[in-house]
């Protein structure tokens, strides 16, 4: 008995009259109680078929082919009518975005109590009902909760009322699409946790969409890997770990760091025993308050020459303010900070100028990193207008040179942002902050928002740049697998303090402080261990 | 250093075949709109009639002919006569020179202080912002035909002044759209990479934040065209626009009502001119925010 049978679905989005095919000859059977995970990039055709599966494709959507039967109840082609039936009694979702998965006008409770009444339960029974539910999903104190608004919550726990607006429905599945990508390591760990135990309590059977093979391993039955829209191997995670069939699952383990090393952590450099390089940038007892709210407490941290020294943290730990002191976009309130000789802690904007060309900056968000109006030449010889270095020709021929170190084709010189994809445009950003020839580069979660892949594609380019031009990295990330991919050194920070620094290979494996353990702990990919 | 795993560097793959360059795809949407490109058309018509009214007719808009009055509308005379026998179709078509020139005067006025002052204000906010927004706040406040007419009575009739009137009145709109856009534009990070860069404030508004706030501007540009015009013809209808015998659309519909029962082609045709062109320019500025979107 199967809860979900996919058989020969194909699934494509029209555009100009024609339909492009998303998903193509997918099979795929959950059983109820089974925990499923798919994995694959973006634009695999994973997120297609968990909405094609209970008819919530966006506009252009087509089921082309195939069937999809869930309890018994064909949704390929099916009315609107017959879906509503499905959707939260049978199928329960949880969106990817907890930011905006919540209606921020309305009460959290009545959210809650909303999907509890869809099942026919009447108002003051469902209100309470609600609260139940979201202490079932984890909700400290779920009576307060239940009465505030979605602005009032962390992410974490606006994810976990999703979670109860799911369970409230009491479905036979739930789809998790990509649950967690949007929290911090920590919280992610947790909320997983907490996840898989209620369905395996209740029998639910759970889809988990996921980019990260690591998530899917550890959490999953069965694990099915796609890619352009076809299924390429599915199994036990833990034969797949160990014998992967396809050359691109074994990509996806080499991307996983803690999945590559057999469960460890294992940093990519081990600096120890070496003497440590004169540092290019110190911050000396930096504190910055906004207000009453002390963001930056006594914070020290030291940049040697040539390496890479991370920050890392959850989100509000001041791990991006501290690095937009460093770089004068910010300016402390107290401490120093010397940048390679220069004390730049008071000096005006004009002052720091000179110094800009010492030290550049790579952004998070590479859709919103380059001007959308700007060619990717424009973009990439901008800093060398600003500092009016050279003649146009000369710029142009620093650019094609530039996009040759960040392995872009020289055709890209003309493109405009949008025709790029997301490895793609953080390559331009790269470029752009090479442009004048930098010792430093402050690289601020340069490839969270990437896909694992891309990410171990730009961690690699970042690395050979920083052994042929000798470059320095200021690195923040909340991602401790990320660092020990590319970092030397490595400070922890914790609500605008720092609660441990040294050598990466010693901070990781044999950390200090509780909360460094608990930031190891929730790298994803523990299942490597029993292999 | 130990051990340093290097991997090739792949270039990963597009996840996109290359659209079709953004502007040829826009137009070959625009051509599939058929309500666009009728309003399109009109609005050229218009806009050509207003500058070359001969293109169009042989009438001299001023030449009486007591034999040819008040005639109704035919092949002759398309629009008909007015009481003095001139042609109505000429009338209006010469009247399209006064009223669209005032119009884009009115347009230019509110482009430049509104695109100034929403820069102004949004750019260098705190105090700035404070004062200049509540000038506009003062200038929402007042109704704006009202302000027109203060403005058109202190500074006297005729289209320069009406032109000015309407440019002030409509000011506010672009004021705050423009500080809204900017606002926006301003805290994105290509603007931080850009400052990051070494760019002076002044690079950065006039390359990055310029450019990428004006679309909604423009946008407004073409609706408040509508209203401009409808504003211009209304003060024109009260006697504000230019002395006879020149006419503008307000003044020929406001010549027409005293004759409504025996000749309503006076105000009616007239009318209707104006009433295409600025649904017409509605039309267009609703496509474009479609667009944009």
Same mark, same amino acid.
């Given at each position: 008995?199967?809860?979900v049978?996919?058989?020969?679905?194909?699934?494509?989005?029209?555009?100009r009259?024609?339909?492009?095919?998303?998903?193509t000859g997918?099979?795929?059977?959950?059983?109820?109680?089974?925990?499923?995970?798919?994995?694959?990039?973006?634009?695999s055709?994973?997120?297609t078929?968990?909405?094609?599966?209970?008819?919530?494709?966006?506009a252009?959507g087509?089921?082309?082919?195939?069937?999809a039967?869930?309890?018994?109840?064909?949704?390929?082609?099916a009315?609107?009518?017959?879906?509503r039936r499905? /959707? +939260?009694?049978?199928?329960?979702? $949880?969106?990817? %975005?907890?930011m !905006?998965?919540?209606?921020p006008?309305? @009460? *959290?409770?009545?959210q809650?109590?909303?999907?509890?009444?869809?099942?026919?339960?009447?108002k003051?029974?469902?209100?309470?009902?609600?609260?139940?539910?979201?202490?079932?999903?984890?909700?400290?104190?779920?009576?307060?909760?239940?009465?505030?608004?979605?602005?009032?919550?962390?992410?974490?726990?606006?994810?976990?009322?999703?979670i109860?607006?799911?369970?409230?429905?009491?479905?036979?599945?739930?789809?998790?699409?990509?649950?967690?990508?949007?929290?911090?390591?920590?919280?992610q760990?947790?909320?997983l946790?907490?996840?898989?135990?209620?369905?395996?309590? /209740? +029998?639910i059977?759970?889809?988990? $969409?996921?980019? %990260?093979?690591? !998530?899917?391993?550890?959490?999953?039955? @069965? *694990?099915?890997?796609?890619r352009?829209?076809?299924?390429?191997?599915?199994?036990?995670p833990?034969?797949?770990l160990?014998?992967?069939?396809?050359?691109?699952?074994?990509?996806?383990?080499?991307?996983?760091?803690?999945?590559a090393?057999?469960?460890r952590v294992v940093?990519r450099f081990?600096?120890r025993?070496?003497?440590?390089?004169?540092?290019?940038?110190?911050?000396?007892?930096?504190?910055?308050?906004?207000?009453t709210?002390?963001?930056?407490?006594?914070?020290s941290?030291?940049?040697p020459?040539?390496?890479?020294?991370?920050?890392?943290?959850?989100?509000?730990? +001041?791990?991006?303010t501290?690095l937009r002191?460093?770089?004068?976009l910010e300016s402390?309130?107290?401490?120093s900070? *010397?940048?390679?000789g220069?004390?730049?802690a008071?000096?005006?904007?004009r002052?720091?100028?000179?110094?800009?060309?010492?030290?550049?900056?790579?952004?998070?968000?590479?859709?919103?990193?380059?001007?959308?109006?700007?060619?990717?030449g424009q973009?990439?010889t901008?800093?060398?207008?600003?500092?009016?270095?050279?003649?146009?020709?000369?710029?142009?021929?620093?650019?094609?040179?530039?996009?040759?170190q960040?392995?872009?084709p020289?055709?890209?010189?003309?493109?405009?942002?949008?025709?790029l994809?997301?490895?793609?445009?953080?390559?331009v950003a790269?470029?752009?902050?090479?442009?004048?020839?930098?010792?430093l580069?402050?690289?601020?979660?340069?490839?969270?928002a990437?896909?694992?892949?891309?990410?171990?594609?730009i961690?690699?380019?970042l690395?050979d740049?920083q052994?042929?031009?000798?470059?320095?990295y200021?690195?923040?990330?909340?991602?401790?697998?990320?660092v020990?991919?590319?970092?030397?050194?490595?400070s922890?920070?914790?609500?605008?303090?720092?609660?441990e620094?040294?050598?990466?290979?010693?901070?990781f494996?044999?950390?200090?402080?509780?909360?460094?353990?608990?930031?190891?702990?929730?790298?994803?990919?523990?299942?490597?261990?029993?292999? | 250093?130990t051990a340093?795993?290097?991997?090739?560097v792949v270039v990963d793959?597009p996840?996109?075949?290359?659209?079709?360059?953004?502007?040829?795809a826009?137009?070959?949407?625009?051509?599939?709109?058929?309500?666009?490109l009728?309003?399109?058309?009109?609005?050229?018509?218009?806009?050509?009639?207003?500058?070359?009214?001969g293109?169009?007719?042989?009438?001299?808009?001023?030449?009486?002919?007591?034999?040819?009055?008040?005639?109704?509308?035919g092949?002759?005379?398309?629009?008909?006569?007015?009481?003095?026998g001139?042609?109505?179709w000429?009338?209006?078509?010469h009247g399209?020179a006064l009223t669209?020139?005032?119009?884009?005067?009115a347009?230019?006025?509110a482009?430049?202080?509104?695109?100034?002052?929403?820069?102004?204000s949004?750019f260098f906010?705190?105090i700035?912002?404070?004062?200049?927004?509540?000038?506009?706040?003062?200038?929402l406040?007042?109704?704006?035909?009202?302000?027109?007419?203060s403005?058109?009575?202190?500074?006297g009739?005729?289209t320069?002044p009406?032109?000015?009137?309407v440019?002030?009145g409509?000011?506010?709109?672009?004021?705050?759209?423009?500080?809204a856009?900017?606002?926006?534009?301003?805290?994105?990070p290509?603007?931080?990479?850009a400052?990051a860069?070494?760019?002076?404030?002044?690079?950065?508004?006039l390359?990055?934040i310029?450019p990428?706030?004006?679309g909604?501007?423009a946008?407004?540009?073409?609706?408040d065209?509508?209203?401009a015009?409808?504003?211009?013809a209304?003060l024109?209808?009260?006697?504000?626009?230019?002395a006879?015998?020149?006419?503008?659309?307000?003044?020929?519909?406001?010549?027409g009502?005293?004759?409504?029962?025996?000749?309503?082609w006076?105000?009616?045709?007239?009318?209707?001119?104006v009433?295409?062109?600025?649904?017409?320019?509605?039309?267009?500025?609703?496509?474009?925010?479609?667009?944009?979107?």
């Amino acid at each position: 008995m199967t809860l979900v049978s996919i058989t020969g679905l194909d699934v494509g989005y029209l555009r100009r009259r024609q339909v492009h095919p998303a998903v193509t000859g997918l099979d795929l059977n959950v059983a109820p109680g089974e925990v499923v995970a798919i994995v694959g990039e973006s634009g695999s055709g994973k997120t297609t078929t968990a909405n094609a599966l209970i008819g919530l494709l966006p506009a252009g959507g087509r089921i082309t082919a195939g069937s999809a039967i869930i309890d018994g109840v064909e949704t390929a082609g099916a009315g609107e009518r017959t879906l509503r039936r499905l /959707r +939260g009694s049978v199928v329960g979702l $949880i969106p990817q %975005d907890p930011m !905006v998965g919540l209606n921020p006008t309305q @009460r *959290v409770g009545h959210q809650v109590a909303e999907a509890v009444t869809l099942r026919g339960v009447a108002k003051p029974a469902a209100y309470a009902e609600a609260i139940t539910f979201l202490e079932q999903a984890g909700v400290p104190d779920p009576e307060l909760r239940a009465r505030q608004y979605p602005h009032e919550l962390s992410g974490g726990l606006r994810q976990r009322a999703l979670i109860a607006i799911a369970l409230a429905g009491r479905p036979k599945l739930i789809i998790a699409d990509e649950p967690t990508s949007a929290l911090d390591v920590t919280v992610q760990k947790r909320i997983l946790d907490h996840l898989g135990g209620l369905v395996r309590d /209740r +029998g639910i059977a759970l889809l988990i $969409i996921t980019h %990260d093979l690591a !998530v899917a391993a550890d959490r999953a039955d @069965r *694990v099915v890997v796609m890619r352009h829209g076809r299924k390429v191997e599915e199994g036990d995670p833990r034969a797949i770990l160990r014998d992967p069939a396809q050359a691109y699952t074994r990509t996806l383990i080499a991307a996983a760091p803690r999945l590559a090393h057999g469960g460890r952590v294992v940093p990519r450099f081990d600096v120890r025993d070496q003497p440590q390089p004169a540092p290019i940038l110190t911050l000396t007892g930096v504190g910055k308050t906004f207000g009453t709210f002390r963001a930056l407490d006594d914070v020290s941290v030291t940049v040697p020459r040539g390496r890479t020294h991370a920050l890392v943290g959850e989100s509000g730990c +001041g791990k991006t303010t501290t690095l937009r002191i460093a770089l004068g976009l910010e300016s402390a309130t107290s401490g120093s900070v *010397v940048l390679d000789g220069t004390e730049t802690a008071d000096l005006s904007w004009r002052a720091f100028r000179p110094l800009r060309r010492k030290a550049q900056l790579v952004h998070q968000d590479p859709f919103a990193t380059l001007d959308p109006k700007f060619t990717v030449g424009q973009s990439i010889t901008e800093p060398l207008q600003s500092f009016r270095v050279g003649t146009r020709r000369s710029r142009q021929a620093r650019a094609r040179e530039l996009l040759d170190q960040v392995a872009l084709p020289v055709s890209y010189l003309d493109r405009l942002p949008s025709e790029l994809s997301g490895g793609q445009r953080q390559r331009v950003a790269i470029a752009r902050a090479l442009a004048l020839e930098p010792d430093l580069i402050m690289l601020d979660e340069p490839v969270s928002a990437l896909d694992v892949l891309v990410q171990e594609q730009i961690l690699g380019l970042l690395a050979d740049l920083q052994r042929d031009l000798g470059l320095s990295y200021l690195f923040v990330s909340h991602d401790l697998a990320v660092v020990a991919s590319l970092a030397h050194t490595v400070s922890v920070m914790n609500g605008g303090r720092v609660v441990e620094d040294g050598p990466v290979a010693t901070v990781f494996t044999n950390p200090a402080s509780e909360y460094t353990r608990e930031l190891i702990d929730a790298i994803p990919g523990r299942r490597a261990d029993a292999l | 250093m130990t051990a340093q795993v290097v991997e090739p560097v792949v270039v990963d793959a597009p996840t996109e075949t290359r659209e079709i360059s953004g502007l040829r795809a826009t137009t070959a949407q625009l051509i599939r709109r058929p309500l666009f490109l009728i309003a399109a058309a009109w609005v050229a018509f218009v806009l050509i009639s207003a500058f070359r009214p001969g293109w169009f007719t042989g009438y001299d808009p001023y030449a009486t002919d007591p034999a040819a009055a008040m005639l109704p509308p035919g092949a002759d005379h398309l629009f008909g006569t007015d009481i003095y026998g001139r042609d109505l179709w000429s009338r209006v078509l010469h009247g399209s020179a006064l009223t669209i020139r005032a119009t884009l005067i009115a347009l230019g006025i509110a482009g430049v202080a509104g695109l100034g002052l929403g820069i102004v204000s949004g750019f260098f906010a705190g105090i700035t912002d404070s004062i200049l927004m509540r000038f506009v706040d003062v200038l929402l406040a007042i109704p704006g035909l009202l302000l027109a007419l203060s403005i058109v009575t202190a500074l006297g009739y005729g289209t320069l002044p009406v032109a000015v009137a309407v440019g002030v009145g409509i000011v506010p709109g672009f004021a705050r759209t423009t500080r809204a856009e900017v606002l926006r534009v301003k805290t994105l990070p290509y603007v931080e990479a850009a400052r990051a860069g070494g760019a002076s404030w002044a690079r950065v508004l006039l390359r990055h934040i310029l450019p990428n706030a004006w679309g909604p501007v423009a946008v407004l540009a073409v609706l408040d065209a509508g209203v401009a015009i409808i504003a211009i013809a209304s003060l024109s209808f009260l006697g504000f626009g230019a002395a006879p015998p020149a006419a503008e659309w307000g003044t020929l519909i406001a010549d027409g009502r005293n004759y409504l029962i025996t000749s309503w082609w006076l105000s009616l045709l007239p009318g209707v001119f104006v009433a295409l062109l600025v649904l017409s320019l509605n039309h267009l500025s609703k496509t474009f925010q479609e667009l944009s979107r």
